[in-house]
């Protein structure tokens, strides 16, 4: 947990509808707060909703609602516990740390910066992903993965760790349905039997490594896991067979 310094905005948010707290945020933004510590976080949505700045933080104590972060453009937010639904949708650009467990389509339609959650995600994340021009969305879960990961992926990065899992498959069941662009990488494995139709799968290659490297040591550095360990287990790569999987069901 850090500490509050004398130039942070601290804000409590016990008993303060969301609209009300948005705006606090907002208005200490807009006065310069560089640094925005939001205490007793009871589920309040939309926390960061359109912010641009990349020199704005905003950490949470508490949980905060759905939404967070929904087409933010360039702050950090740190969620010191547990987060909802809907984290970074359509995201442009900052990141988002989530120091417990996330809950269903986080990432939806996120089209830049990166989502680091160090436990575990629900259904549908990175739906919709995809990547435009320079913006690359990077999605890391540490945990486990629910249903219909990756689903429609059109581009960017998703990452599972299967940290800390007893689980076989670290992925729930149709992995990647209708994914048409993006990759999605698996530590140690996946069985075919849950896999969409649309995807393949491969060993990474040095490329691949390369690629995902930088993205699981910064994973590492902000929940303290050792670098050596997460990688001294296998990764496979989810890819897409086709750009246009349903082109068939089309007319044009």
Request: aromatic share 8%; net charge negative; with cysteine.
């Amino acid at each position: 947990m850090k500490q509050i310094e004398a130039m942070d905005r601290v804000i409590t948010a016990d008993g303060i509808h969301y609209k009300v707290l948005n705006d606090m945020v907002w208005q200490a933004v807009s006065d310069g707060a560089k640094r925005i510590i939001l205490e007793d976080v009871v589920g309040q949505r939309y926390i960061g909703c359109g912010l641009k700045g990349e020199d704005v933080e905003i950490i949470i104590r508490g949980v905060p609602g759905n939404d967070l972060a929904a087409f933010m453009d360039g702050p950090r937010i740190i969620v010191e516990g547990n987060a909802q639904d809907g984290v970074g949708n359509t995201m442009n650009a900052g990141e988002v740390i989530v120091h417990g467990n996330a809950g269903d389509i986080i990432g939806y339609a996120m089209r830049g910066g990166r989502i680091f959650v160090k436990g575990n995600v629900g259904y549908r994340v990175g739906i919709h992903m995809k990547a435009y021009r320079d913006l690359f969305p990077v999605i890391v879960i540490g945990g486990v993965a629910g249903d219909f990961l990756g689903e429609y992926m059109a581009g960017g990065l998703l990452i599972v760790l299967g940290l800390g899992s007893e689980e076989k498959d670290i992925v729930g069941d149709f992995v990647g349905t209708g994914m048409h662009g993006g990759n999605i990488f698996i530590r140690g494995g996946v069985k075919n039997a849950i896999l969409g139709k649309e995807v393949g799968i491969s060993l990474v290659s040095e490329d691949d490594m390369t690629l995902i490297r930088k993205h699981i040591e910064d994973f590492c550095n902000h929940f303290s896991f050792d670098i050596d360990e997460v990688l001294s287990v296998p990764f496979f790569k989810l890819y897409p067979h086709s750009h246009r999987p349903y082109g068939k069901l089309y007319a044009y």
